[in-house]
């Protein structure tokens, strides 16, 4: 699930930036092992859809939240940035980076479960997304 979390904000990133003269990269495209599928149906139509939609369910997650829980989600997940850097960024205290991370963390999954076919809204905790 991280990972699709990780692509999706990619995308997020990707469609919401305004410097045209930034270099576009693709971590599936551009990865080393991305000539080699990574599993049978890796080339199968359906899969590759529902991929897709889930991307895209992702991305609208990541987009309804709240701004100061966007912001630290896209600079941890997609930047990969330290928690201390986000707290400078944002210009908050470390706790308050790690709150709002688990914060936004708990309200994606919660969205992405209520999303999901026969998903309840009972929220259960899981180590990650």
Do not use: K
Not at 26 to 43: F, I, K, V
Request: hydrophobic letters at 40%; a negative charge.
């Amino acid at each position: 699930m991280l990972g699709i979390v990780r692509n999706a904000c990619y995308d997020w990133m990707r469609q919401n930036r305004q410097l045209a003269d930034q270099v576009e990269f693709d971590e599936l495209r551009d990865s080393e092992s991305a000539g080699a599928p990574a599993s049978a149906d890796a080339g199968d139509p359906a899969r590759l859809w529902e991929q897709r939609a889930q991307g895209e369910r992702v991305n609208a997650a990541i987009d309804a939240l709240p701004p100061v829980y966007r912001e630290v989600i896209v600079l941890r997940e997609l930047e990969e940035m330290r928690y201390e850097d986000i707290a400078r960024i944002a210009g908050v205290p470390l706790g308050t980076v790690m709150s709002r991370l688990s914060r936004a963390r708990a309200l994606l999954r919660d969205s992405l479960r209520a999303e999901r076919p026969g998903g309840s809204g009972e929220r259960t905790h899981h180590a990650g997304f």
